[in-house]
């Protein structure tokens, strides 16, 4: 958005002269990712295009007389600004921060009265006894054990964890204790978008964690986008499930929760009921929301130091987790202190370290660590650095597309299965969308790579073997933006085309009876126009994917706004066993210094 937007927004309020900056600042802000601002830090670079720059060097905001009919309070909700505590809100936004804060206590406030009778369940429970005596020695505490535990006894739980940690673990361990003590759980799997969602499903139904008794249960369950749970209304900001009628479940399980904007979970956790165990998992150093707000790491903020519990909590832990070494009690007890559980072992990267030392010298801005890899030492292994964006290491790594493309003209719903697979298994991921190093660029010269090979024909819009992605949300049809599909010939009418998608469904193979397969759908292109070309995707739209390999492109100059810490991290943990980045040492350098700063009220206010 625009300077100019801001200024129009502003001009609604001519009539009070002295408000108009701060309603500017307020739609810049918002349009800028915060949901608010703190008048007593960041008024002047917000107030810059407000005011000429003349005008900005002696000038000093200062709010209207509290007597202003505009600008109401924390118990004055139906003016258009709120002032709470310096921070100088849209109301809007004050109300979802509100509704968030108060449904989080009402979980917390329910669950407590169930603590001691759940407690003495948990002590008794042979699936309980059978974690605890397989737990994790090797790494520590098992700190999967201790979220387990939280999330059986509390209302509200958050656990957070880089990539490899188990987070889809953890759920599996907590849903075998829930299905002992009640087989005919309602149980809810929801994400921001599908593909997240359906990822947790799939996870969850191949997890070894996942006791036989209780496997049927869990892969019948469906995943939701968070919209399709909270039921949709067409042209409408509103939902069917709300304040009024709650969600009916027992267990909702949140995948992907910083990909989640305010606007949203407010509206989700006003539909949910008080005594519904709600757990929300998720990164919290990855990218933020789209949309306005940072509210997984609000959240996770609101707790100086996450696991050292209270001293009640630790003593009910020792209690049924003998054995298992606890940090000492936290000497302040934030709201969340004891719903917040942050994994630490990332089993993922236990064969390859590099990936580890990379991330986290990335999410800290070790500038040390991060210098050497262009200086005495450079990364080896299963990770490189390109500074020169060489043509050979892109076509080296397109190379392997190949792969993906079924040369035999007979198709069958098997074998575009196994191509989606395939395609699956690597992916480009580029910081801008436009240019030689962004997704419009890269995807053209796979394209031109591939159609010189004879392998595509990239004139026709819809060519056989067109790797696709869904820019828009199709509940009818149960795609969601982010779902892959990819361009065949339909085996039953090879005249038609139709484009293809991997379900969570398994059917039997062909071959061998006993032995199972991934099911796909197909539509005619026709009923997707929102679709473009995937062999590059942006960072963001990778979150919640994990690809084999990838090759990370950064753009060439510094001078990209969006360039952080938090996005080069998120690029670099979608790669499981190699990743490439091309991108020179001062962009590389830029990005783990810069940090997404956003405003909220959230922490200060819990």
Known sequence: MNSSHHHHFASFFKDQKDLQPFAYAASKSLAEGSICFDTSTESKKLFEGYLEENEMKDYAPSLPNGDSSLIGSENDVIKPFVFHKNNFYITRYFNYETQIIAGIENLINTGAGEKVQRLEKLTVSPEFKKLVENRDQKNGTDWQLVASA?????NFTIITGGPGTGKTTTVAKILSLLYEENPNLNVKLAAPTGKAAMRMKEALATNKQVPEDYRENINALKPYTLHRLLGSIHLSPYFKHNRENKLEADVIIVDEASMIDVALFAKFINAVDPHTRLIILGD?????????????????NTVHVKNHFSVDASRNLQEILSGIKFYPAAEEKALLQDHIVELQHSYRF????????????????????IQSWFDENPLEGNIKIDLEHKESVFTVFIEDYENYIDRNEESSEERIAESLKKFNDLRILAVLRNGKQGVSGLNARVEKYLAGKGL??????????RPVIVTRNHPDLQLFNGDIGLVRKDPKDPKKVKIWFLTAEQKADQKDPEKTRSAVRGYSPGLLTDVETVFAMTVHKSQGSEFNKVLLVMPKSEEVPILTRELLYTGITRAKESLKIQGNKEVILKSAKAQVRRASGIANRL
């Open 350 to 369: 236990e064969k390859h370290k590099v990936f580890k030392e990379v991330s986290e010298a990335v999410i800290n801005n070790d500038e040390e660590t």
């Open 456 to 465: 595509v024909n990239p004139k026709a819009e819809f060519y056989d073997h």
């Open 284 to 300: 919290q150093d990855q990218l933020t929301s789209v949309e306005a707000g940072s509210l997984l790491g609000d959240l996770c």
């Open 150 to 154: 939280l999330a059986y006894l509390n």
